[in-house]
């Protein structure tokens, strides 16, 4: 299978995995626009296999030892995560992968997925995504040993300087909005709000739901992007997914940017009651998100084009970078109150 060496991974798994029966098949797994996810079993027992992309171009995105290392510190901390199984390095495949336990329980990737619940039913789906968001920042990052996992101090500054950067890396065409906005965000930086653990990309699709309870999420995943940083950086991230203009990076039909979700403003008076913060500030988090997106989807767009992205529904992804700049400038005009 593209991106996979199976009888190399049946001798790692038979080094590293306990139980393990012999004989993998695979099977690459929907969704991730980013690192490659693959669902491995043995007969008896199924893992999940995650790996950067091929001919990545932003390879800080793509810190698999990260990934697999949050995910292991946060398994008895109240956040729900897969169980961490084994990190490999590159010997094995060429790069670096981790593998975690398969979490039964379904994904809802769709907007067709998501209106197929009722509406009681896709409003507390929300909701329960938003207390496990305010639940991750209220864990105490010393007290799961990761301590040392980012430098929460000067963390929006390093963002804004890191998103630019990785434009000017990924960049198909010029796009002055990017600039733009990039400029605003620079100017009008705050000091964070708090420290916290941080997922980067926290998203409905990015969680595992209780096939017979939408509002009971069954574990968090897609960790690449997670550090010490502002909490409300996440929270930003989180709204902005639910604007349309997102819907192409996701093959047009985000299960985030419907109109059956709770409004933004909704969604955020409910993270402020349950985690205490104040979001005075969210617009400048709301720029900084539009401004996260449109970088990502351009690199996927540029691997996409140079023909290193597997699946399909990538034809669209570049389409969705101006107006997700647009989108941004908008959100940094109202910095301030403007």
């Not at 690192?35 to 027992?45: E, I």
């Not at 169980?83 to 992968?97: E, H, S």
């Amino acid at each position: 299978m593209d991106g996979l060496d199976l009888p190399a991974l049946e001798e790692f798994f038979a080094r590293h995995v306990p139980g393990f029966a012999g004989n993998l098949s695979a099977e690459m797994l929907q969704g991730g626009r980013s690192n490659l996810t693959y669902l491995l079993t043995d007969g008896r027992t199924r893992w999940v296999l995650r790996r950067p992309p091929l001919g990545g171009l932003t390879p800080s995105a793509h810190d698999m030892g990260r990934e697999y290392r949050v995910v292991a510190a946060l398994r008895d901390s109240g956040v729900p995560v897969a169980r961490a199984v084994a990190l490999a390095d590159a010997d094995v495949l060429g790069v670096p992968f981790s593998v975690v336990e398969h979490v039964d329980g379904v994904v809802i990737r769709t907007t067709e997925q998501l209106h197929a619940l009722p509406d009681n039913d896709i409003q507390r789906c929300a909701f329960a995504l938003v207390d496990v968001l305010a639940r991750l920042h209220a864990v105490d990052p010393e007290a799961v040993g990761l301590g040392d996992f980012g430098r929460p101090e000067g963390y929006l500054a390093r963002q804004v300087r890191r998103w630019h950067d990785q434009w000017l890396r990924v960049r198909t065409r010029p796009l002055p909005d990017i600039d733009v906005l990039h400029a605003k965000l620079a100017e009008a930086c705050p000091a964070e709000s708090a420290a916290s653990i941080v997922h980067g990309d926290y998203r409905i699709d990015n969680a595992i739901l209780d096939a017979g309870d939408p509002a009971s999420v069954r574990a968090v995943v897609d960790w690449e992007m997670a550090t010490l940083g502002d909490p409300l950086a996440d929270l930003g991230l989180h709204l902005v997914y639910s604007d349309p203009v997102f819907a192409p990076v996701l093959d047009g039909a985000a299960a985030s940017t419907s109109d059956r979700l709770p409004r933004v403003a909704d969604l955020a008076q409910r993270y402020a009651s349950v985690s205490g913060r104040d979001l005075a500030r969210l617009e400048f988090y709301l720029a900084l998100g539009y401004f996260k997106i449109a970088v990502i989807a351009e690199g996927i767009h540029a691997r996409h084009r140079q023909g290193h992205t597997r699946g399909s529904g990538f034809d669209s992804v570049g389409a969705a970078v101006a107006p997700l700049a647009a989108a941004g400038l908008r959100a940094a005009a109202r910095i301030g109150g403007e």
